[in-house]
């Protein structure tokens, strides 16, 4: 079909017919000199040797033009069409893609827009958000699962990560120096420390050079040598009987969870049939002794507490005079975090071991460092300058279900060599539990329990 006959694509685009060119436009190359298939285009394809003149008939808008705007045509795309429903946008609701959406009879009713309900948000330092720390929220598990289970759970993030990293480098490859270090590093950069990883490697390679081992060789290697530095540390909270009140200090830096910990640890006392007296001695923070207090209702432990920004020591003096007038088993002393840094938050700690030994020489019986897992390599200046101030007499590690670096318990046991007599692996009372070398290894390594 000629293309006088036929419209060309712009042409069947716009509706109209293929129209002469006008006579301004320079001449086209006849319709005799294109070849066969361009002068008689199929059908649905377009027509480029018509498509100049189609575009020419196109009108030009009025702003090109200089001409005025009419005032119907104005806005007129903004202006639902007469005799249809006015459809909502895409993407809101009652949007129908197929048929748009159907008109809402509003009438001359004021209707208010209908607005999901905001979640009840409770305030951070709230009573409410304080008991769901103490393990009475809503959100508790109807069944507690047991501790391996808990453990395993809580060390997944490292335990997957070292197994990445050691399936990764002993799957179809053979053992060399090149492969050794590269364990060493894996196992540094889970805070295992230099010396614990240069002992791993050395046990993994020996007697093994040029030959394969598989990732679960590795693994055992591993929780042998992890339980074997731990072993010695794993020792359990003694309460001395003689001494009454048994005095329990906890101290370490803001956020690590002393308040929290000295809550379950009350518990657990409670649950061993010992009368034991709480004492908010972090009088910096207002949560801490409402948090305190919450701890103390739900175990059934009198709480000794001031009012915010009170003297620290003389509110543990205080309570220790009170704990022995009352012939309490044990007192559970709370201080205020602190930077291990801060000379003079430190000063303030060794003030209040002072108030208490002017009762008791002997006085904290047990001085309790509370450190965060996801600290990492700053434990290690922790525990220093803390043994400074205080004397620190044993470890609680908490946390340790929130990251990927949890060896760095084997290398505080190496450093330090100080008692680590719990670990925590959550909130609840259930999840701080005396610290035993054997499980806390193959969790890590990611093995079954034995």
């Not at 639902?80 to 748009?100: K, L, N, S």
């Not at 103390?296 to 009170?310: D, E, I, N, W």
């Not at 084997?410 to 070398?437: R, T």
């Amino acid at each position: 079909m000629a293309s006088e006959e036929k419209p060309g694509w712009f042409g069947r685009l716009f509706g109209r017919k293929g129209q002469p060119a006008p006579e301004d436009k320079p001449e086209d190359k006849p319709e005799a000199e294109l070849p066969a298939e361009a002068a008689s285009p199929s059908e649905g394809e377009p027509d480029f040797a018509t498509a100049a003149e189609d575009v020419a008939h196109v009108p030009l808008p009025p702003e090109e033009t200089g001409e005025p705007v009419p005032d119907v045509v104005e806005g007129a795309d903004l202006l639902p069409v007469a005799g249809e429903p006015e459809r909502p946008p895409a993407g809101t609701a009652g949007d129908d893609p197929a048929h748009g959406a159907d008109p809402v009879d509003t009438g001359d009713v004021n209707r208010e827009p209908v607005v999901a309900p905001m979640p009840d948000i409770q305030p951070v330092d709230s009573a409410a958000a304080l008991a769901h720390d103490a393990g009475a929220g809503p959100d508790r598990e109807p069944e507690a699962k047991g501790w391996w289970s808990r453990l395993t759970s809580g060390m997944k993030r490292t335990s997957s990560a070292l197994s990445e990293r050691v399936t990764g480098l002993f799957t179809k490859r053979k053992l060399d120096a090149t492969t050794l270090e590269d364990l060493e590093d894996a196992l540094i950069q889970a805070d295992f420390g230099l010396e614990t990883a240069m002992r791993v490697s050395e046990a993994v390679g020996k007697g093994r050079y040029e030959k394969g081992i598989s990732p679960d060789e590795v693994r055992a290697i591993l929780a042998a040598e992890v339980e074997r530095a731990l072993e010695p540390v794993a020792v359990p909270l003694a309460i001395d009987a003689s001494r009454k009140p048994f005095v329990i200090l906890t101290v370490g830096v803001n956020g690590a969870g002393k308040t929290t910990t000295l809550g379950k640890l009350a518990s657990k006392l409670r649950a061993e049939g010992r009368t034991v007296m709480l004492a908010a001695g972090d009088t910096f923070r207002a949560a801490a002794i409402d948090q305190l207090k919450v701890w103390g209702a739900r175990t059934g432990t009198p709480v000794v507490s001031g009012a915010q920004g009170a003297d620290a020591a003389g509110l543990a003096f205080d309570a220790l005079k009170q704990a022995s007038a009352a012939g309490t088993d044990v007192l559970l002393i709370d201080t205020a975090g602190r930077l291990q840094n801060k000379t003079g938050l430190m000063a303030e700690l060794e003030k209040i071991v002072r108030v208490l030994r002017k009762q008791d020489p002997e006085a904290p019986h047990a001085t309790i460092l509370v450190l965060d897992a996801t600290v990492g390599q700053n434990a290690l200046s922790q525990v220093e300058l803390f043994s400074q101030a205080a004397p620190v007499s044993g470890l609680v590690m908490t946390k340790l279900d929130g990251t990927a670096r949890g060896g760095i318990l084997v290398a505080l046991a190496a450093k330090f060599g100080l008692p680590v007599h719990f670990i925590g692996v959550g909130e609840g009372v259930e999840d701080l539990e005396p610290f035993a070398a054997r499980d806390f290894a193959r969790a890590i390594a990611g093995l079954e329990k034995d």
